[in-house]
C-alpha cells in the first residue's frame, strides 16, 4: 500500500492489522460500503487543543474517511477504509502527533489508565514534597531582610538543588508535550505552561549563580514548585473525576471477561480459552462473578444474574434451565452451563456498545464551538504574554519576565472545553446506570428545550404483556388453523400485538421447527399490517393474506360490529375477504399514570399518537388524563401531526417502540425508543430505554434540564475567569504561585459541578 512509507507501522500496533484483532475494537460501518469505524482511548491529552491536534493527525493519513476526538471522555472515532489504510498506520500518526491510541474495548486499557494514575501520583508526590522543602528554605527572606548574605546563598542552593528533580519528573509530561508542539508547530495548553515552567526556572538559576545579572537576586523556587504541584493537582482530581463522571460508560464498555470455561467435546472437560476462540454453540461455564460471553441459554444449573446496566432492571433475576441470558450481565450466584447462540456483533451486548461508543466520543454543538475557539486563544495568550513582558520591561526586567509567567500559567481554555462535555457526560453515565442509552450527546441540550411529548399507544403507553381474549370467525373456518396462518405472518413483525398472536400460537422455541404453516414474501405496511403468500408445510395450498387494521385488510364496521369501538385486535384476511378478527387483552403500563402526571406538573404538554382504532386510543388517553388524542393514524399521519406542532414553535419529544415509529422518531426533535423497539425504531432514536419504565422519559427530561444548567454555570464560570485573571496577570497582581491554583481550580471546578448531575442519579 501506498500509505505504508509514508505512516510506517511500528513495535506491538502492527498486530492489530490481523482482521481478527481489529474486530476487536472495530466493526462495519452501518451506511458505507466497505468501511470500517473503530474506538480508541487517547493517552496523553489533557485539553481541547490536544483534541484538534489528534483528530488533524488522523484526517491527515490516506484511507481515514472521518475522526472526532472527545476532550471529555479522551476517546476517538475513526472511520477508515482497509483496502488503503491498517489500523497500526493511524495509530502511528498519533504516536508521531505526540499521544497514544489504544483499542477502547482492550481490557488492559483499564490497566494502562491505572498505570498512568499512579505516574501523575508520584509526580504530585515529588512536587509536593519539593514545595514543602523549598518553602522552608524561602521562609527567612519572607520574615527577615537582613539575613546574613552566605546563608542566603546556602538556602538558594538548596532550593535549586530540590527543584531540578522537579523540573526533570514532574515537568516532563508538560515539556515533553510542549518539545512536540514545537517540533510540529503547533499550539496546545501544554505550550504556555510548559514556558511558564521554564522560564521560571531559568530567571531562578540566575538569580542562584548570578546574582548580580540582568534579573537581579530575586530566585522563584518556591512559586515554580507550588504550581507544579497545584497543576499536577488539579490534572490528579481531574482524571479522577473525569473516571466518575463516564464510570457507567467504562462499566457498560468492558463487560465482557477476557476468558471463559468451555467444554471441550472430545474430553468432555472445562477447558479456560479466550473470547476470541468461542464459536456459537459452544457450552460454558460461567461461575459467580463473572458476566457472560454471549447471548445463550442455560443447560444445566440455576442462578440470579444482574442486568442492571444492560436492561435498567435494578432488581437480580432468576435464571434457570431453558431460560435466556445475554452477554455482559453477571452471574451474581452459583455455576451454570450455558450454550452459546450469539457472540460478538451479533450480541445486543453489541448493539449497546456501540451505542455508548458513539455517544461518548460525539461532540455537542456547545463543546464544538468551543474547541475551535482554544487554539485561536491560546495564541492570544502567548500574544498577551509577550505584550505584558515588553510593557514591564523596562520598568524591570526581572518583574517584566515573572508577570508573563503568570499571563501564561493563568489562563486555561480548558475548563472552557471542559464545560460543556464533563456536565454531559456525567449525564450520559447517571442515565446508563439508570438504564437509558444516550445515542447523541447533542440530544441532552435538545431534550432540556423540549415542551411536548408524543406517545404511541400500544407497547408504550400499554404494556407489552398483551395476551388473545378471542378469536371471531368466518362461517367453515378452523380456529387452530386460522390462528397458525396468522402467527405465520406476525412472525415476520415486532409490534406488540404480531408478538401476542406468535404466542398464542405456540410458535416459539423447539415449536418453530414443526410449522404447518409458513409465510414468504412478507412485506410490512407502517401503521397497517403484514402481507405475504401463506402456504402449508407440504406447499399443496397457497394464498396472499393479510395480517391488520380494519382499514389495511379491508374489513367493512359491520363485519365485526359485536366489537366495543375501544377494543384491541387485529384482522387476518385471504384472497375471499375476511377470515377472522383476533380480539386482545391489553392494559396500560404500571408507571404510565404516575409519569403523565409528572411531565404535566413539569409543564410539558403530552399527547398520543397511534395506529389503533380512535375510541381505544381514547379510552387509554381519558385514563391518563391526556386531553389530546388521535387514532387510527398511519407513519404519514404520525409525521405530519408532529410538523403541525413543530410549526407552531413547540419542541417535540417522541416515545414509541414500533416499526410504525420510525419515520416519527426521525422527525421529532429528539426521540425515546422503549423496550424491545424493532431495529430500525432504535436506530431512528436519540434515547434507548433499555428497561419497561416510562418514568425514564421523565428522568431523562428533568436530567437534561438541570445538565443544560450545570453547562450553563460551567461556560459563564470559565469565562468569567479568563476575563478577570488575564487583566489582573497582565497588571502584575497574580504570582506564579497563585497563577498555578487558578489554572487548576478553573479546571477542576467545572468537573466538580458536573458531578453534582452524576449524585442526582444514584
Known amino acids: 500500500m501506498s500509505t505504508a512509507a509514508t505512516f510506517p507501522a511500528s513495535g506491538a500496533?502492527?498486530?492489530?492489522?490481523?482482521p481478527d484483532e481489529w474486530e476487536g475494537f472495530s466493526h462495519r460501518h452501518a451506511l458505507q460500503e466497505g468501511v470500517w469505524e473503530s474506538n480508541v482511548a487517547i493517552e496523553g491529552m489533557y485539553c481541547a487543543a490536544c483534541a484538534l491536534t489528534i483528530e488533524d493527525a488522523l484526517k491527515g493519513v490516506p484511507g481515514v474517511r472521518d475522526a472526532q476526538v472527545s476532550p471529555g471522555s479522551h476517546r476517538a472515532r475513526v472511520v477508515w477504509q482497509p483496502d488503503m489504510v491498517r489500523p497500526s498506520q493511524w495509530m502511528?500518526?498519533?504516536?508521531?502527533?505526540?499521544?497514544?491510541?489504544?483499542?477502547?474495548?482492550?481490557?488492559?486499557?483499564?490497566?494502562?489508565?491505572?498505570?498512568?494514575?499512579?505516574?501523575?501520583?508520584?509526580?504530585?508526590?515529588?512536587?509536593?514534597?519539593?514545595?514543602?522543602?523549598?518553602?522552608?528554605?524561602?521562609l527567612p527572606e519572607y520574615v527577615s531582610h537582613h539575613i546574613r548574605p552566605d546563608l542566603q546563598h546556602l538556602l538558594r542552593w538548596?532550593?535549586?538543588?530540590?527543584?531540578?528533580?522537579?523540573?526533570?519528573?514532574?515537568?516532563?509530561?508538560?515539556?515533553?508535550?510542549?518539545?512536540?508542539?514545537?517540533?510540529?508547530?503547533?499550539?496546545s495548553m501544554d505550550l504556555p505552561v510548559a514556558i511558564g515552567m521554564v522560564v521560571t526556572f531559568v530567571v531562578s538559576t540566575l538569580g542562584t549563580f548570578q546574582p548580580q545579572g540582568l534579573f537581579g537576586r530575586?530566585?522563584?523556587?518556591?512559586?515554580?514548585?507550588?504550581?507544579?504541584?497545584?497543576?499536577?493537582?488539579?490534572?490528579?482530581?481531574?482524571?479522577?473525576?473525569?473516571?466518575?463522571?463516564?464510570?457507567?460508560?467504562?462499566?457498560?464498555?468492558?463487560?465482557?471477561?477476557?476468558?471463559?470455561?468451555?467444554?471441550?467435546?472430545?474430553?468432555?472437560?472445562?477447558?479456560?480459552?479466550?473470547?476470541?476462540?468461542?464459536?456459537?454453540?459452544?457450552?460454558?461455564?460461567?461461575?459467580?462473578?463473572?458476566?457472560?460471553?454471549?447471548?445463550?441459554?442455560?443447560?444445566?444449573?440455576?442462578?440470579?444474574?444482574?442486568?442492571?446496566?444492560?436492561?435498567?432492571?435494578?432488581?437480580?433475576?432468576s435464571?434457570?434451565?431453558?431460560?435466556?441470558v445475554i452477554a455482559g450481565s453477571h452471574n451474581i450466584q452459583?455455576?451454570?452451563?450455558?450454550?452459546?447462540?450469539?457472540?460478538?456483533?451479533?450480541?445486543?451486548?453489541?448493539?449497546?456498545?456501540?451505542?455508548?461508543?458513539?455517544?461518548?466520543?460525539?461532540?455537542?454543538?456547545?463543546?464544538?464551538?468551543?474547541d475551535r475557539f482554544a487554539k485561536p486563544f491560546l495564541l492570544v495568550v502567548l500574544l498577551a504574554a509577550a505584550a505584558a513582558c515588553l510593557y514591564w520591561w523596562r520598568l524591570s526586567p526581572e518583574r517584566a519576565v515573572m508577570v508573563a509567567v503568570s499571563v501564561l500559567i493563568v489562563t486555561c481554555p480548558c475548563a472552557l472545553s471542559l464545560a460543556t462535555p464533563a456536565a454531559m457526560l456525567a449525564a450520559a453515565g447517571g442515565l446508563a446506570?439508570?438504564?437509558?442509552?444516550?445515542?447523541?450527546?447533542?440530544?441532552?441540550?435538545?431534550?432540556?428545550?423540549?415542551?411536548?411529548?408524543?406517545?404511541?399507544?400500544?407497547?408504550?403507553?400499554?404494556?407489552?404483556?398483551?395476551?388473545?381474549?378471542?378469536?371471531?370467525?368466518?362461517?367453515?373456518?378452523?380456529?387452530?388453523?386460522?390462528?397458525?396462518?396468522?402467527?405465520?405472518?406476525?412472525?415476520?413483525s415486532l409490534h406488540p400485538v404480531s408478538r401476542a398472536l406468535v404466542e398464542a400460537a405456540g410458535l416459539e422455541g423447539m415449536a418453530l421447527l414443526h410449522q404447518p404453516w409458513l409465510a414468504r414474501d412478507v412485506r410490512e405496511q407502517p401503521g397497517g399490517g403484514v402481507e405475504g403468500q401463506v402456504v402449508?408445510?407440504?406447499?399443496?395450498?397457497?394464498?396472499?393474506?393479510?395480517?391488520?387494521?380494519?382499514?389495511?385488510?379491508?374489513?367493512?364496521?359491520?363485519?365485526?360490529?359485536?366489537?366495543?369501538?375501544?377494543?384491541?385486535?387485529?384482522?387476518?384476511?385471504?384472497e375471499n375477504g375476511w377470515l377472522a378478527t383476533f380480539v386482545l387483552k391489553e392494559e396500560l403500563r404500571a408507571d404510565a399514570e404516575e409519569t403523565v402526571r409528572r411531565l404535566q406538573a413539569l409543564g410539558v404538554r403530552v399527547q398520543v399518537l397511534s395506529g389503533d382504532r380512535p375510541q381505544a386510543v381514547r379510552r387509554v388517553a381519558d385514563l391518563l388524563g391526556i386531553e389530546h388524542a388521535q387514532g387510527g393514524c398511519s407513519a404519514s399521519d404520525k409525521l405530519a401531526c408532529l410538523r403541525a406542532e413543530q410549526v407552531q414553535g413547540h419542541h417535540v419529544a417522541m416515545v414509541g417502540d414500533g416499526i410504525n415509529d420510525g419515520p416519527v422518531l426521525a422527525g421529532a426533535h429528539v426521540s425515546f425508543a422503549l423496550g424491545k423497539a424493532v431495529p430500525l425504531a432504535q436506530a431512528q432514536s436519540d434515547f434507548v430505554v433499555l428497561g419497561n419504565s416510562l418514568m425514564a422519559v421523565f428522568g431523562s427530561i428533568r436530567l437534561a434540564r438541570a445538565t443544560m444548567r450545570v453547562v450553563r454555570e460551567n461556560l459563564v464560570w470559565a469565562a468569567g475567569y479568563n476575563l478577570i485573571c488575564i487583566p489582573l496577570a497582565a497588571m502584575g497582581m497574580v504570582p506564579a504561585w497563585l497563577a498555578g491554583l487558578g489554572m487548576a481550580s478553573s479546571s477542576l471546578l467545572v468537573v466538580l459541578n458536573a458531578l453534582r448531575l452524576v449524585r442526582r442519579t444514584e
Not at 108 to 129: C, F, P, Y
Not at 260 to 265: A, G, K
Not at 339 to 355: E, F, H, W
Not at 448 to 455: I, K, L, P, Q
Open 13 to 18: 500496533i502492527e498486530l492489530l492489522d490481523d
Open 92 to 138: 502511528h500518526a498519533v504516536e508521531v502527533a505526540g499521544y497514544r491510541a489504544v483499542p477502547a474495548s482492550n481490557a488492559s486499557a483499564i490497566e494502562r489508565r491505572k498505570k498512568e494514575g499512579r505516574e501523575i501520583i508520584w509526580q504530585l508526590t515529588v512536587a509536593g514534597i519539593a514545595m514543602m522543602q523549598v518553602m522552608m528554605y524561602a
Open 158 to 187: 538548596g532550593s535549586w538543588l530540590i527543584a531540578v528533580p522537579v523540573m526533570l519528573f514532574s515537568c516532563r509530561p508538560f515539556l515533553q508535550r510542549a518539545w512536540q508542539d514545537v517540533r510540529h508547530r503547533r499550539v
Open 218 to 317: 530575586e530566585v522563584y523556587f518556591d512559586s515554580l514548585t507550588m504550581f507544579v504541584f497545584f497543576l499536577l493537582t488539579g490534572r490528579w482530581l481531574e482524571v479522577r473525576l473525569r473516571d466518575r463522571t463516564a464510570g457507567a460508560l467504562e462499566a457498560l464498555m468492558n463487560r465482557l471477561p477476557d476468558s471463559v470455561e468451555r467444554l471441550n467435546r472430545k474430553t468432555h472437560v472445562f477447558e479456560r480459552v479466550t473470547l476470541r476462540k468461542l464459536k456459537p454453540g459452544d457450552t460454558v461455564r460461567v461461575l459467580p462473578g463473572e458476566s457472560f460471553p454471549g447471548d445463550g441459554v442455560v443447560l444445566e444449573g440455576r442462578t440470579m444474574v444482574d442486568e442492571a446496566l444492560l436492561t435498567g432492571e435494578s432488581r437480580p433475576l
Open 319 to 324: 435464571r434457570d434451565v431453558g431460560a435466556a
Open 334 to 370: 452459583s455455576p451454570v452451563q450455558v450454550r452459546i447462540d450469539k457472540l460478538g456483533g451479533a450480541t445486543r451486548y453489541a448493539a449497546i456498545v456501540s451505542m455508548m461508543e458513539q455517544a461518548s466520543v460525539e461532540k455537542p454543538r456547545l463543546a464544538a464551538l468551543a
Open 433 to 492: 446506570r439508570r438504564g437509558v442509552l444516550v445515542r447523541h450527546l447533542q440530544a441532552l441540550q435538545t431534550l432540556s428545550e423540549v415542551d411536548t411529548v408524543v406517545f404511541d399507544k400500544t407497547g408504550t403507553l400499554t404494556s407489552d404483556a398483551i395476551s388473545l381474549e378471542r378469536i371471531l370467525l368466518r362461517p367453515g373456518a378452523d380456529r387452530r388453523q386460522v390462528l397458525e396462518q396468522a402467527a405465520a405472518l406476525a412472525r415476520h
Open 536 to 574: 402449508d408445510e407440504h406447499g399443496t395450498s397457497a394464498q396472499v393474506m393479510r395480517l391488520g387494521s380494519d382499514r389495511f385488510c379491508q374489513v367493512a364496521p359491520q363485519t365485526i360490529e359485536e366489537l366495543p369501538p375501544e377494543s384491541l385486535h387485529a384482522n387476518l384476511s385471504d
